[in-house]
Nanobody, 120 residues
Framework: QVQLVQSGGGLVQPGGSLRVSCTASRQFVGSMGWFRQAPGKEREFVAHISATGRNTIYSDSVKGRFTASRDNAKNTGYLQMNSLEPEDTALYYC???????????????WGQGTQVTVSS
């Protein structure tokens, strides 16, 4: 079974940028979803990118600020986050093998999660 290993994230001031990477343990096929979960809140959809990378969808809260991309030759997906706000603080997850709508957290394979903290 493929495993997803995340890296990146960290602490940034409001208005700053961060990138989270998600690398698969074997050939990178299928679409990828990105979700986040803040303390005391449910896991929330952030973005989805198709298998080819040609199609993306975003939640309204991140549209225009976040960009999902992928490099299939490197088996890696990326979530570039710009103009970060304190409300973006959360644990961010990548996921593959959706079992329902792409914006629903019903994926079979999940990364380990990466902390993103936006604070001055």
């Amino acid at each position: 079974q493929v495993q997803l290993v995340q890296s990146g994230g960290g602490l940034v001031q409001p208005g700053g940028s961060l990138r989270v990477s998600c690398t698969a343990s074997r050939q990178f096929v299928g679409s990828m979803g990105w979700f986040r979960q803040a303390p005391g809140k449910e896991r929330e959809f952030v973005a989805h990118i198709s298998a080819t990378g040609r199609n993306t969808i975003y939640s309204d809260s991140v549209k225009g600020r976040f960009t999902a991309s992928r490099d299939n030759a490197k088996n890696t997906g990326y979530l570039q986050m710009n103009s970060l706000e304190p409300e973006d603080t959360a644990l961010y997850y990548c996921a593959q093998d959706p079992r329902g709508p792409p914006n629903s957290p019903n994926y079979r394979i999940w990364g380990q999660g990466t902390q993103v903290t936006v604070s001055s």
